[in-house]
């Protein structure tokens, strides 16, 4: 249930109405928009006179959630979230691009490679240390050695970090090197993880799970919220259809639909998305165009010799090419890259 108050509600009346959610066993979460306050009574409502709120002198109306989730549904915060971190802005009208390796592999790889991104113009550089590999004898990742070496070349380019946690007990290790923890695909729905997670306080970069519905990608939200950690982006990184000219199809339309449903911000991953480095710079001139608030790609310079999705990996010569077409495309749009 959604509680929207006046907009001259007095800070008292605003308490009134979170004392009486809180009378009815239910749990208040306040956002505080640009013009309004609203009040989510999270729990089971029931049993809840709706008209009770609805009768009172300070609330605008009462609006119940009819979704599985709530936390993260446009009904309950009507604006954009904006995710903002490192004196940057998610979900604004500026396109945040993360660019950076597979997995870092040495240091000269990631100095290299960092300094390729951030001439380019990437905001973010992404790089797995913990590499959820299908198979247990493929590279596995430099761990936390791997996070160290990741964290100076990103200090010397200016750039924040992303990286992926496989497991809660690497969240705490990883903390104090990295800006946004990333869930990957095959741990979207990993929920000791979700939980741990709703717990810190840096962002989460949540993937789609390959077969989940656009309902149990916010559902997996809904549990990184419920915790108290609103800092959520969302990341379409291509699903599992009977395609199989490409590793996953990526679901562009889950960009305007994640939209309407949802105020939290949405990126693409056009390298997982396609696992094919011709169709990278399509896809994600795609994304851009219908609404995707930033990019997530992959960029070696030796893909022939990555340790992981080479074939999915950019050049540095034709990240910097997307980067200008996307400019253009963003211009188109309203926004900026
Ligand atoms: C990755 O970003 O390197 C990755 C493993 O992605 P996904 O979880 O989308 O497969
Ligand atoms: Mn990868």
């Known amino acids: 249930m959604v509680i929207v108050m006046r907009d001259n509600a007095t800070a008292d009346q605003i308490e009134a109405v979170e004392e009486k959610i809180r009378a009815s066993n239910l749990r208040v979460h306040r956002v505080d928009g640009a013009i309004r306050t609203i009040l989510g009574a999270i729990g089971d409502p029931s049993n809840v006179d709706i008209r009770e709120f609805e009768n009172m002198d300070s609330v605008l109306n009462v609006v119940r959630i009819m979704e599985p989730y709530k936390l993260c549904s446009r009904t309950f915060h009507p604006e954009n979230s904006i995710i903002r971190f490192n004196g940057l802005e998610l979900g604004s009208d500026r396109i945040i691009v993360m660019a950076g390796p597979c997995a870092v592999e040495n240091e000269q790889q990631i100095y290299e490679i960092t300094s390729n991104v951030a001439q380019a113009g990437a905001t973010i550089l992404r790089g797995g240390v913990f590499k959820p590999r299908t198979s247990p004898y ?8 791997g996070l160290k070496i990741m964290r100076q070349a990103a200090d010397e380019f200016k750039l924040p970090i992303v990286t992926e946690v496989l497991e809660p007990g690497q969240i ?10 990333q869930v990957g695909a095959r741990n ?15 962002p989460v970069l949540l993937k789609r799970g390959m077969s989940a519905t656009i309902e149990e990608f916010l559902m997996a939200a809904e549990y ?45 991953d056009p390298s997982h998305g396609t696992g094919r480095r011709e169709f990278v710079a399509p ?6 165009a219908s609404g995707a608030d930033g990019l997530i790609i992959e960029v070696h310079h030796q893909p022939d010799k990555a340790l992981s999705d080479g074939p999915q990996s950019l050049l540095p010569d034709q990240f910097q090419r997307l980067m200008e077409e996307l400019k253009v495309i963003a211009w188109a749009i309203g926004r900026t890259i």
């Open 283 to 288: 896809m994600a001139r795609a994304a851009v």
């Open 188 to 202: 979207m729905q990993n929920f000791p993880l979700l939980r741990a997670l709703s717990n810190m306080d840096k």
């Open 172 to 181: 705490d290790l990883m903390y104090h090197y990295i800006d946004i923890y």
């Open 138 to 145: 493929a590279f596995q990742g430099l761990g936390m050695d």
């Open 224 to 268: 990184i919220m419920s915790g108290g950690n609103y800092n959520i982006i969302l990341c379409e990184r291509g699903i599992r259809t009977f395609e199989k000219y490409t590793r996953n199809t990526l679901d562009i339309s889950a960009i305007p639909i994640v939209k309407k449903l949802s105020h939290l911000p949405i990126i693409a």
